[in-house]
């Protein structure tokens, strides 16, 4: 791997910061993450006040958070940074998105905003990698108000969607990408989008490092580091 990745001399790579682009139409759809995109898109006929996200690390729940922040004016937190004292400015704000619930949080602070949401006509989308079964809920009144939440699932990706992953995730850090290369990564690599975002970040630091674009050679050569019986 360091041979061929190296050539003559190695380059210390200059890693630059790059961000993901959040809008409704960088939200890639397939037959993994369609219902979720529909309940977000229909939103304010949602069936119910509260929305509850659930998916694998990376399937997009973040994403599609900011895409209903940018219809709703959602407030946007992390459900573990919700505080007691703050559930009334929520409610008032119309519209707010807790994220990473299966990290933990407040029980009786969430409760209560669930309460506000629905005084006053507001929505909430509550995002996490688990379902409430395995948060090891206290407060049965909390759990009751969850299983009224509309559920929606984000299934890792199908072949289609997975390749426009890897494609979108090289345009992110701006990397124009051969088809073939998107093509022999596909069919190699583990099928998941955090597998997807982890591939791409070796292989950009790689092709800085190596100092030349990124090829089929080097693909091969970053996914043999990872498993050499590939």
């Known amino acids: 791997m360091a041979d061929t990745l190296r050539g003559g001399g190695e380059q210390l790579p200059l890693i630059l910061p790059h961000e993901a682009a959040y809008g409704r139409d960088d939200f890639l759809v397939g037959s993994s993450n369609q219902a979720a995109f529909a309940l977000i898109d ?9 929305a509850l996200l659930a998916g694998p690390v990376g399937s997009g729940k973040t994403h599609l958070a900011h895409v ?62 688990s379902w409430p079964q395995a948060w090891g809920l206290r407060l049965p ?37 051969d088809p073939a290369v998107v093509e022999f990564l596909a069919v190699r690599m583990e099928r998941s989008v955090a597998a997807a975002q982890a591939l791409v970040d070796r292989l950009d630091r790689a092709s800085l490092s190596a100092g030349r674009r990124i090829t089929r050679p080097l693909a091969a050569a970053v996914l043999a580091e990872q498993d050499p019986a590939a």
């Not at 519209?95 to 299966?102: G, K, P, S, T």
């Not at 909390?142 to 890897?166: K, M, N, Q, W």
């Open 42 to 50: 229909a939103w304010p006929n949602w069936p119910s006040a509260a």
């Open 68 to 129: 209903w922040q940018a219809a709703s004016g959602a407030v946007i937190l992390r459900a573990s940074d919700l505080r007691r004292e703050q559930v009334e400015e929520l409610a008032r704000s119309g519209a707010v998105a807790l994220e990473d619930a299966h990290a933990g949080f407040d029980e009786t602070a969430l409760f209560h905003l669930f309460n506000a949401i629905r005084e006053t006509g507001g929505s909430l989308l509550v995002t996490s990698r």
């Open 141 to 177: 009144d909390l759990a009751s108000r969850l299983r009224a939440a509309t559920p929606v699932e984000i299934l890792e990706p199908d072949d289609d969607l997975l390749r426009r992953v890897l494609v979108k995730l090289f345009a992110d850090r701006q990397i124009d990408i």
